[in-house]
């Protein structure tokens, strides 16, 4: 996502950073550019022009003109408005109930009952607390099976009574959830269109009956401007704390994500960032300023290693790296560390000038990964502690025993190679990063 948008308002930026001085005239040149990209990200023509002009109003200002560098102000301004067409501040879930309630609703197709699955897996990791999921959705066949496949995947529980009234479920699920000690309920409701008035009501009925903490929108990002219009159909109905865009890693310009905030008033809570069941994420707005345009997001790279490695492992590889002992032991440890942290090739388009340097078009096979690993453990301790050994008859067997070339094998020791010799430099302060 926001790919397309990111390299055309980075070329912009290139372009302004290459001024001595900020002119009306190159400002109009740089505002149109900007403008464009806006458009072809397929954002809502009033945001665009309200972004437009703030930023153009800003850039012409004193502290702009006076500025030893004028193109950095320039992207300070458009970084800054940016996070404020976003939402500016983070918007946090409201768990203050006991339990918590949270209310998923959307148009079928959104990717709603995914979604109640993700964010119930989240909570319990993150909060580190017990969540219940309900099946209010009656009506769309195999939905209340679909709900509790997630649940065993999870091993979250389901709380269910079949083809029944989703009002008095809610009511009987939050008195199961008080005497069994849940701290959240998370209700899966039916995928309606805001037009669907009988089925709109029911929501009604269900939020007077139940009072949730949460009334979450589920946007499937593909929709572009449309999300808005479903927003602010659902918004005139019912009381919506926040939206949740699912599909963000699909082939989406980002639109949606640049107009909700702004058109509707509705935040951004979280953002699905894939299939998986942990492919649920915080929206942090200034983050998702600062990558779309190409500043990187390193935060969120540091929370991902928090959660994902063992401390005290890569405590002891960063020990044994300051040393020169890394070995093949290490390296296979630390690519399972990695491993944890998600898809290789998400992780990368997280780096300060990812796409300058090709990292945002990278795609990494699996296969690829296992490919290594494999290799790795069909070598014996000794060897995987002194590589130098691994003349041609150790690869041979290493090879054979792994199901993969010879050639492969040695491209493996050479990389690993390469990746001391980059550690060396790393600790002796003479690498110096390409961006």
Known sequence: MFENLGSRLQNAIDKMRGYGKITEQNIDEMTREVRLALLEADVNYRVVKEFIANVKEKALGEEVAKSLKPG??????????????????????????????????????????????????????????????????????AAIDQLKQLGKELNIEVYSEGKGNP???????????????????????????????????????????????????????MTGQDAVNVI???????????????????????????????????????????EKMDGLQEFYP??????????????????????????????????????????????????????????????????????????????????DMAHIEAIVLSMTKEERRHPEILKASRKQRIAKGSGRSVEEVNRLLKQFEQMKQMMKQMKNGKFKMPF
């Open 286 to 367: 200034e983050r998702m300023a600062t990558r779309i345009l190409g500043m990187g997001d390193l935060m969120s790279i540091v929370e991902k290693a928090e959660e994902a490695i063992d401390q005290d492992e890569a405590m002891r590889t960063t020990k044994r790296m300051e040393k020169g002992k890394f070995d093949l032991e290490d390296f296979l440890s630390t690519m399972n560390q990695i491993k944890k942290m998600g898809p290789l090739e998400n992780l990368l388009k997280l780096i300060p000038g990812a796409s300058k340097m090709g990292l945002n078009q990278v795609k990494i096979d699996p296969k």
């Open 72 to 141: 950095e102000m320039f992207v300070k301004i458009l970084k800054d408005e940016l996070v404020e067409l976003l939402g500016g501040e983070k918007a946090d879930l409201n768990l203050s109930g006991n339990p918590a309630i949270l209310m998923m609703v959307g148009l079928q197709g959104s990717g709603k009952t995914t979604s109640i699955g993700k964010l119930a897996n989240y909570l319990r990791k993150k909060q580190n607390k017990k969540p219940l999921l309900v099946a209010c959705d009656v009506y769309r066949p």
């Open 167 to 221: 009002v008095e479920i809610s009511k009987n699920a939050i008195q199961y959830a008080k005497e069994n000690g849940y701290n959240y309920v998370l209700i899966d409701t039916a995928g309606r269109l805001h037009i669907d008035q009988e089925l709109m009501d029911e929501l009604h009925n269900i939020n007077e009956a139940v009072k949730p903490q949460e009334i979450l929108l589920v946007v499937d990002s």
């Open 232 to 274: 602010e159909g659902f918004n005139n109905e019912l009381p919506l704390t926040g939206a949740i865009l699912t599909k963000l890693d699909g082939d989406t310009r980002g639109g949606a994500a640049l107009s909700i905030r702004h058109l509707t008033n509705v935040p951004i809570k979280f953002v699905g960032v894939s």
